[in-house]
C-alpha cells in the first residue's frame, strides 16, 4: 500500500510540474511581461528598463527555474495588477473559495445520492425516469444561466437571499447551488448504477432471506458497498470545485480564488495568473491522488495490478 501512494504521488507532483511548465511558457509567449507592467502608452525605453529590472530579459528557462526555486521557498513572485506579494493575495482568498467548494460538495450529495438511490430503487417507473432527466437537464444547463435565473428569482421576483458578496453564509447558499448542481448528473448516475448492481448481488438475497426489508436492508447491507466508487468520485470533484468556481465566483462577486484568477487575466498580471494555474493543478492532482488512495484502501484488487 505504502509502494503505491508514493508511486501515485511521484506521479501526481510530476503531472502539476508538467502543468506549470507549460503555463508559464506560454503566459510568457502569449503576453510581454514587462509591456503589461509598463502600460499600454509606455515609451519603449521605460518597457525596456522595466524589463532588465525584473529579469524579463534572461531565457525563459532561466525564469522558470528561479519561479520553481522561489515556489520551494514559499516565494510566490509578487503581483503586477495590485502590487502585493501573490502568497498573500492567495492567503486572503483560499478560505472563501475551500468554503464554496465545500458547500457545492454537500449539495451535490445532499441531491444526487438520494436521488440515485431512489431511482435504483424504483428502477423503470416514474421515479427512474424523471431522475435520469433531471440528470440530463442538470448536465445540458450552464452554470452562468442558472446563475443568473437564481438571481432572478431569489433576489428580484423573491429579494430572500443576497447575490454578491461572501460575508454571511447566507451569500453561499445560491453560488453553492450552481457550483453544486454541475455535479449532481455523474454522482446520481454513479450512484443508481452501483445500487442497482448492489441489490441483485449474492450477499443481498441472502439477507433478504433472513428477512431483512426495506430501511433495513438498505442502510445495513446494501448502500454502504453502493457508495464504495461514488465516495472517490466526490474527492475528484472537491478538486473541480475549488479550480472551477471562476464562473460561480464572477456571478455572485465572491472574493475568491476564480475570480482573483479572472481578475489576473483580465489585468495580465502573469506571476498571479502562473501561481494560481500551478495550486489548481496542484489540488486536482491531490483530490485525484486521494480518490486513488480510497479506491485503493476499498479494493484490493488497485493495489494488486
Not at 20 to 44: M, R
Not at 130 to 158: D, E, H, K, R, T
Amino acid at each position: 500500500m505504502v509502494n503505491y501512494i508514493l508511486q501515485r504521488a511521484a506521479l501526481a507532483l510530476a503531472v502539476a510540474l508538467t502543468v506549470s511548465l507549460a503555463a508559464f511558457f506560454l503566459l510568457n509567449i502569449a503576453t510581454d511581461p514587462a509591456y503589461a507592467i509598463a502600460g499600454e502608452e509606455a515609451d519603449p525605453e521605460v518597457i525596456e528598463q522595466i524589463r532588465i529590472r525584473y529579469g524579463l530579459d534572461r531565457p525563459l528557462w532561466v525564469r522558470y527555474m528561479d519561479w520553481l526555486s522561489g515556489v520551494l521557498r514559499g516565494d510566490f513572485g509578487v503581483s503586477y495588477y495590485w502590487n502585493k506579494p501573490v502568497a498573500a493575495l492567495v492567503a486572503e482568498r483560499v478560505g472563501t473559495t475551500l468554503t464554496l467548494a465545500f458547500s457545492a460538495l454537500a449539495v451535490t450529495i445532499c441531491i444526487a445520492i438520494p436521488l440515485g438511490a431512489m431511482a435504483a430503487l424504483n428502477r423503470n417507473t416514474w421515479i427512474d425516469r424523471f431522475a435520469l432527466w433531471l440528470a440530463v437537464s442538470a448536465q445540458a444547463v450552464p452554470n452562468f444561466w442558472l446563475g443568473l435565473i437564481l438571481i432572478i428569482l431569489f433576489a428580484v421576483m423573491m429579494p430572500i437571499l443576497p447575490v454578491s458578496g461572501d460575508s454571511t453564509w447566507q451569500h453561499f447558499v445560491l453560488p453553492a447551488f450552481v457550483l453544486g448542481a454541475s455535479s449532481v448528473p455523474p454522482v446520481m448516475r454513479l450512484m443508481r448504477t452501483g445500487l442497482i448492481e448492489v441489490m441483485g448481488s449474492d450477499y443481498i438475497r441472502t439477507a433478504r432471506a433472513k428477512g431483512y426489508r426495506g430501511r433495513a436492508l438498505l442502510m445495513r447491507h446494501a448502500l454502504r458497498n453502493a457508495l464504495l466508487p461514488v465516495v472517490s468520485v466526490l474527492a475528484v470533484q472537491l478538486g473541480q470545485k475549488v479550480g472551477g468556481s471562476v464562473i460561480t465566483e464572477s456571478i455572485f462577486a465572491i472574493n475568491g480564488l476564480g475570480r482573483l484568477a479572472l481578475q489576473s487575466i483580465l489585468g495580465a498580471d502573469i506571476p498571479t495568473v502562473q501561481m494560481l494555474i500551478f495550486l489548481f493543478a496542484l489540488v486536482f492532482v491531490a483530490t485525484n491522488l486521494l480518490a486513488d488512495i480510497l479506491n485503493a484502501a476499498l479494493d484490493p484488487r488497485i493495489r494488486i495490478g
